[in-house]
């Protein structure tokens, strides 16, 4: 259902409603005039039972008693279906149910001119508002990448540049003072929002070959959240998922390319000399991907959308230093345990649970640099396997002198210093488990990392080629208007753009992408 806009009053709200619901400036007042229409339906909606549930449907959206003209703008503008669709989703069905029928008396107010069924779109002078809206998104900055908390700050600067609708009136010269904003502008979101700190905008109005246009800079200072796959942690390759969709249907605004000329700029760029990502590193093969389409995973509702991912990799020297040659050298203190006697069972176990305790007391260490995941990283898998190697030195010292000597024997063999008979033997083989664990470690340790680089270098290459041919193939499908020779840094646009004149090509329609996350089939394995 929309609502028919016809020449703009001051408020920015048709005409038509406006007469409607002249005199009536509160919610109360509306409410006075259902009592007062005589009309039972309106007379029951207008009564306590019902209406406290048209309160509390206006006060979770944001409106007050006094609100009721901005309320009455805000329809003109989204149209009903618009209007509810971005109700917070606390409202209760009920309260739903009882704003619904508040619209129905509008419409029936307005003489049946809000039907059922119309497209949702906003409507000028009773032609359909269906503006082509040119898009750009450039990633300023990246910055406070958090492994631990799954989220990372992002800086935005989203250029759009829109003709001037003909109920618009741009201000005059000599009135804009930097501050203009016009009556209707692009919505759009921010999605896996998890801060907004920041927003500003600025908007201007510029003629191009003699047709008035908008062009408006909004800058986004937000933290997103992005689901990371840590299974080859600490050599693990990450993107960054920045998407920005429409929240207005393609029938009311339709996003493009911005053009220069005949050229189309990219729909996404990336100012990698302003990028921190703490112990991660830009993927200079394919360092963005990115491409603008629309979105129909709402049959009912189609949305354009720009999505960019950035690429990065894991610097393995922060970890290897502070993390793999620490636990290395605590398990390999475990071995200082033979310059005990081997009958000395005590003196050993002293040693190897102290080491024991103290690896045990690290790993908690760890566990504060990753989330809690339900699978293994690959640093994990060593620091259990370090673990396992403490217990089995612990039980070869517990276990070996009770092959040779009875519990009789060995406190004899621990307080007498002459020779004893065997005692040879137990030496020797307390030497031969020295060396087998020795070089257990030792080869473990060497067949562990150099797997470990050989995956990586493995990962690295599939993820790599994954993001070439992704753009590739965005490229091929019309969905994006760079590829990836190189790495794309951002400025903001200093030349206006040239209108696209006559029919344009229709924007491909994609499927929307897998969650953010989600490792691709093509370099998983």
């Not at 760079?482 to 006559?502: D, K």
């Amino acid at each position: 259902m929309a609502l028919p806009l016809g020449k703009n009053t001051r408020a920015g709200y048709p005409k038509s409603l406006a007469g409607a619901c002249v005199g009536v400036t509160t919610f109360e007042a509306f409410r006075s005039s259902l009592s007062a229409s005589g009309v039972p339906k309106r007379i029951s909606l207008a009564g306590d039972a019902r209406w406290k549930h048209v309160t509390l449907a206006v006060k979770m959206s944001g409106y007050d008693d006094g609100d009721f003209q901005e309320f009455i703008r805000d329809i003109g503008i989204l149209g009903c279906s618009e209007f509810i669709a971005g109700m917070p989703s606390t409202v209760t069905p009920r309260a739903r149910a009882a704003l619904h029928e508040v619209l129905d008396a509008l419409r029936e107010q307005l003489g049946g001119e809000l039907e059922e069924g119309e497209d949702r779109t906003l409507q000028v002078e009773g032609q359909q508002l269906n503006l082509s809206l040119q898009m750009q998104m450039n990633i300023e900055r990246i910055f406070d990448l958090n492994t631990l908390s799954q989220t990372f700050g992002c800086q935005l600067l989203i250029v759009m540049y829109w003709r001037l609708p003909s109920w618009e009136k741009p201000p005059k010269p000599f009135e804009d003072d930097g501050d203009w904003e016009p009556t209707w502008t692009p919505k759009f979101r921010v999605k896996n929002l998890v801060e907004e700190m920041l927003v500003t905008k600025y908007f201007r109005h510029v003629v191009i070959n003699g047709s008035p246009w908008v062009v408006s800079r909004q800058r986004h200072l937000v933290r997103l959240y992005e689901q990371m796959d840590l299974r080859s942690f600490p050599v693990d390759c990450q993107h960054l998922n920045i998407c920005i969709q429409s929240t207005l249907a393609t029938e009311v605004v339709k996003w493009t390319w911005v053009t220069k000329g005949a050229a189309r700029e990219p729909e996404a760029t990336l100012d990698t000399t302003r990028c921190l990502f703490n112990d991660f590193n830009l993927v200079t093969d394919v360092p963005l991907t990115s491409h603008m389409s629309i979105s129909t995973s709402d049959d009912s509702r189609h949305l354009s959308y720009i999505h960019a991912k950035v690429y990065i990799r894991r610097n393995l020297f922060f970890y290897f230093v502070n993390v793999a040659v620490v636990i290395c050298l605590i398990c390999s203190f475990a071995f200082c345990a033979w310059g005990v006697h081997p009958g000395e069972i005590q003196g050993r176990q002293d040693t190897d649970f102290t080491v024991i305790l103290t690896a045990v007391a690290f790993k908690l260490v760890l566990c504060g640099m990753v989330p809690s995941v339900s699978y293994l990283t690959r640093l994990d898998i060593y620091v259990l396997c370090c673990l396992m190697l403490l217990s089995m030195l612990t039980v070869s010292h517990t276990v070996l002198p009770h092959y040779f000597y009875t519990f009789s024997d060995m406190s004899a063999l621990t307080a007498l210093p002459q020779t004893i008979p065997g005692e040879e033997d137990l030496i020797n083989a307390d030497l031969y488990a020295l060396w087998i664990f020795a070089s257990l470690w030792v080869v473990f340790n060497l067949i562990f990392w150099i797997s470990v680089m050989v995956l990586a270098r493995r990962e690295y290459h599939s993820f790599c080629t994954y993001g070439i041919r992704q753009q590739a193939i965005y490229v091929e499908q019309g969905l994006s208007t760079h590829s990836n020779a190189s790495i794309l840094t951002s400025t903001t646009p200093q030349e206006e753009p040239t209108p696209v004149t006559g029919q344009e090509e229709p924007m491909p329609v994609t499927p929307q992408e897998q969650p953010p996350g989600v490792v691709p089939a093509a370099w998983a394995a």
